[in-house]
Every structure is written in C-alpha cells, then in structure tokens.
C-alpha cells in the first residue's frame, strides 16, 4: 500500500532533527576540539578498522582529497595512524591510535546522553516503529540505486 503525503514538511523535519542533533552534540563535544568531520572519521574508522581514504571517503560521503587532509590532521594529533596495505603497497589501511579509542569512548558517552535527552517522552513501542520506518525507508532508497544502475545498463 502506497501512503500519499500528508504534510510536505517530512524531509524538512528530518534534516532538522538530524541538524538539531548535530548542534547539540557538537556543543557537548567541544572539549575534544575536533571538527564534525574528524570525528565521524574517528567513529567510521573505530566501526571499520582497517578501511583505506578512499574507503573512508565513501562512508562519509566526501571527496577523497578533503578526506585526506581530515586524516592528515588526525595522524598529527595522534589519533589515527596509516598502516602499509600488505596486498597493495599504493594503499594505506586507517587505524585509530589508543588515544583515539579513549576519545571516541567518551564521544559515545555524549551521544548516549544526548539520545536519551532526545527521547524523552517518546514510548519506546514508538521509537521501534520509527527505526522500522527509517530502515523501510532506507532500504526502497538503495533499492532506487539499484534501479537507476539497471535504467543505465551497469551491474
């Protein structure tokens, strides 16, 4: 069953939420000293050890040259180090450094408060249905990539 748009305002209300998030936690973060995108670098890095710039480039969705220099500041503050790629001696592999598991632990911990801040009020039944909802939406909009590669005769 297809469900028309009651209220044109939903993709405006989940840029802002996630905007809303963004602000809070990056205010609860500042102590760190790190830019938005260093620290989803470190989160993507801790999540995928191991993964190259390109790689990482790919789950943050940024350009791999601005990625690279994301990675050159967190290598001088200690927080990642590039390993040699034992099957391709062009590729580095990204590895967070103990200093930056300590960090990124202590980002979690933020997150972890600013998520039950977040929810406050909200019956958890509700929010079961609201993830269920979100991954169904995320799965129809992969599931659009697949179809727009199949329009363009790519695998």
């Given at each position: 069953?297809?469900i028309?748009?009651i209220?044109?305002?939903?993709?405006?209300l989940m840029?802002?939420?996630?905007?809303?998030?963004r602000?809070?936690?990056?205010?609860?973060?500042?102590?760190?000293a790190l830019?938005?995108?260093q620290?989803?670098?470190?989160?993507?890095?801790?999540?995928?050890e191991?993964?190259?710039q390109?790689?990482?480039a790919d789950?943050?969705d940024?350009?791999?040259?601005?990625?690279?220099?994301?990675?050159d500041?967190?290598?001088?503050?200690?927080?990642?180090?590039?390993r040699?790629?034992?099957?391709?001696?062009?590729?580095?592999?990204l590895?967070?450094?103990?200093?930056?598991h300590?960090?990124?632990?202590?980002?979690e911990?933020?997150?972890?408060?600013?998520?039950?801040?977040?929810?406050?009020?909200?019956?958890?039944?509700?929010?079961?249905?609201?993830?269920r909802?979100?991954a169904?939406?995320?799965?129809?909009?992969?599931?659009?990539?697949?179809?727009?590669?199949?329009?363009?005769?790519?695998p």
């Amino acid at each position: 069953m297809m469900i028309k748009a009651i209220d044109s305002t939903f993709a405006y209300l989940m840029q802002d939420v996630t905007r809303q998030l963004r602000k809070h936690f990056d205010r609860r973060a500042t102590k760190f000293a790190l830019t938005r995108a260093q620290w989803r670098a470190l989160k993507t890095i801790r999540r995928n050890e191991g993964l190259s710039q390109t790689e990482l480039a790919d789950y943050l969705d940024m350009e791999p040259i601005p990625v690279g220099r994301v990675i050159d500041r967190l290598e001088k503050t200690g927080y990642v180090e590039r390993r040699a790629d034992p099957g391709d001696r062009r590729r580095w592999r990204l590895h967070l450094t103990p200093k930056a598991h300590a960090i990124v632990a202590e980002m979690e911990v933020i997150a972890s408060g600013l998520r039950d801040d977040a929810l406050r009020g909200v019956r958890r039944e509700d929010f079961e249905t609201l993830l269920r909802v979100l991954a169904q939406l995320k799965d129809n909009l992969v599931a659009l990539d697949g179809a727009t590669n199949e329009e363009k005769g790519t695998p």
